[in-house]
């Protein structure tokens, strides 16, 4: 084993990925690199401003090295061991997550073969998805051809972490940024048994973790997890992204009988416990139906999905919602109630779409125009 | 029998009204009031335009009498023999059909009281609904206790007459009345086994029809007209509501496989088409799925619930698709793509009605104000 200090890349600079950025940087074991975007200029001579309930008032922080792009990142000739992505997964947007790091993927292929030393090392693309939803590796799995890739000795593996983050954190302004609730990340291989993936998996909560600062543990079962999280975000976060409001709204406008509780809301998430028993044998607690519906009862809150169709922003509807009836349907199981809801949201993703110019609709032959 | 002419009232003077209001007049055989409301003091003076497909350029037309308000005709000490209602039928908006015409069923029984005349001639309120949704009649029924009225010799009947009405008719400016498609409307008994409903239908369309111009006809069973329509009311109309979108884009937004179509609406027709014959015994036919969905394919089309929510108005989604999931409930059918249209078109009635200050939502208690 080499003991070189591994090369961290964060891709996604906002509430959450810079937070994860600080945490990595703090923890002092790897070097970290973050791709800052828009804010690159602002980044690179004062740094960012965290007000954070985990770290307190960071002020002027910098990592190791900032990337105002991912082809910046890929022309630095290093080679990135864990590219952590943070940004939102919308593979039927203009940058799915395969698209994102690409060009990583491809500039460790090319660092790994000018590098002699490299080949002896066995090094390894650790790629971190700290995102929503549910088989959200299989994209990257069919991209990247990771099968192939195991067997091959001429190009690195690429293993797959899955990273599920409790956290509450904003991107206020340029650079600046506010986490309100306490960071809790939750590390798995996306497949259980490759041992490589859980070992990266293990490695990488070494460097993450600050004691008495945030949280992160490993899970052996990232399924459970995200079936869980998809209980929430399947039900409550696609119908708030539908009507356009905070879910307690949601709630008391249905019917005086509690008609969007009991005839929306509950549905589905019985649903997704049914599926996740059905197709993975994972027990989902009957009990979290209510605990999830009873925490935003009085709390006039509006999850990711509703605040980004209020923003005109896209929606991550494929990793929460679409995936799953897709499952459902290959595993020949009737989700109504998950279905639509993702079949309106479908619509409605097409009319962001138009609405932010990445789609046009030509009236005159009802079509759209590729 | 009485020759005197008979007296009609028409609730409504948008697009549909002031139409039916001119064909009824045209038709020289009855006298006609129009409740004119926000309009009547041009009404009153210049009187309406209609540009009409089926009447041609109509300048300075005024009915016999206008009002102001339906309070105003109650106070005209006539007895209206058919009150015609045709503005949108909302029983959970602020003015619910039974409250609209309760003014005039009671000047009515006191007109009758009052006039020793009129007893002999057992005088019949006849209340013509040209309006959309199913069970419309119930809500009548039970305000106004038709079935002890139909014993009773102390107050005058009400009859009860479906009118369905194909047009496309709208009100440009104050006055000014726009009708682009032919006017064909269908009358019929709410209870086809009630004689003098079945004979006022009749009596009506000899008053409406206005040969080579209009077409009236009877219908002698309007579950089925009213079922057919809901075919595309409860399943299309529903849809672009909830999306603010013409049908056309609905479909297109779908995914490549056609999921708006197959996922959505269709699986909501074959619904309705069960309901029918579950609930009717009607039989709806399957082909008018096909010609439903393919009517509007290609044409950008925005159906009424569609519009009303693009123009932040309150939507007829109770008599379009709440009483059919009602229905299906009390019959133990499931119509789950029906509910959950319906469903969310509740929560969207609740936005709607906030943003109009019909409702009240105190966030600190997460509650709705009464």
């Known amino acids: 084993m080499?003991?070189?200090?591994?090369?961290?890349l964060i891709i996604g600079a906002g509430g959450v990925g810079v937070v994860t950025a600080?945490?990595?940087?703090?923890?002092?074991?790897?070097?970290?690199?973050?791709?800052?975007?828009?804010?690159?200029d602002k980044a690179?001579?004062?740094?960012?401003?965290?007000?954070?309930?985990?770290?307190?008032?960071?002020?002027n922080w910098k990592p190791h090295h900032l990337f105002r792009s991912v082809e910046d990142a890929a022309s630095s000739k290093t080679f990135f061991d864990y590219v952590v992505v943070t940004t939102k997964n919308i593979p039927d947007g203009p940058t799915p997550v395969s698209s994102i790091i690409k060009p990583i993927i491809e500039s460790n292929d090319k660092v790994w073969k000018e590098r002699a030393d490299f080949k002896e090392q066995k090094k390894t693309t650790n790629v971190v998805l700290i995102q929503n939803g549910i088989d959200i590796e299989n994209e990257i799995k069919e991209k990247f051809d990771l099968a192939s890739r195991?067997?091959?000795?001429?190009?690195?593996?690429?293993?797959?972490?899955?990273?599920?983050?409790?956290?509450?954190?904003?991107?206020?302004?340029?650079c600046e940024i506010a986490q309100k609730g306490h960071d809790?990340?939750?590390?798995?291989?996306f497949d259980k048994n490759d041992e490589i993936s859980v070992k990266t998996a293990q490695n990488f909560i070494s460097l993450y973790t600050n004691p008495g600062q945030n949280q992160a543990h490993f899970d052996s079962n990232c399924r459970y997890t995200r079936w869980k999280k998809l209980l929430y975000n399947s039900s409550i976060n696609t119908l708030t992204a539908i009507c356009g409001l905070d879910f307690t709204r949601c709630l008391q406008f249905g019917t005086?009988?509690?008609s969007t509780e009991f005839e929306i809301v509950r549905p589905a998430m019985l649903e997704i416990i049914d599926l996740a028993k059905k197709i993975d044998d994972i027990t989902i607690e009957v009990d979290l139906v209510d605990f999830f519906v009873d925490i935003t009862r009085k709390m006039v809150y509006t999850p990711s999905m509703g605040v980004d169709i209020q923003k005109g922003q896209l929606m991550e509807i494929e990793v929460i919602v679409g995936n799953v009836v897709r499952s459902a349907k290959?595993?020949?199981i009737e989700v109504p109630h998950l279905s639509m809801l993702y079949n309106i949201l479908k619509i409605l993703q097409g009319k962001l779409k138009e609405q932010r110019g990445l789609l046009k609709f030509d009236e005159l032959n009802a079509k759209i125009v590729e």
Chains 1, 2 share one sequence.
């Open 2 to 8: 080499s003991t070189q200090t591994p090369q961290c």
């Open 44 to 59: 690179s001579t004062t740094g960012y401003k965290l007000s954070s309930c985990d770290y307190g008032e960071v002020l």
């Open 330 to 332: 290959a595993h020949h």
């Open 184 to 189: 809790h990340l939750t590390c798995a291989a």
């Open 256 to 258: 005086a009988e509690g």
């Open 22 to 40: 600080y945490s990595l940087f703090l923890n002092k074991g790897s070097t970290v690199s973050l791709v800052a975007r828009s804010d690159y």
């Open 150 to 174: 195991q067997k091959s000795t001429t190009v690195p593996q690429v293993a797959l972490i899955s990273g599920i983050q409790l956290i509450s954190s904003t991107k206020v302004g340029p």
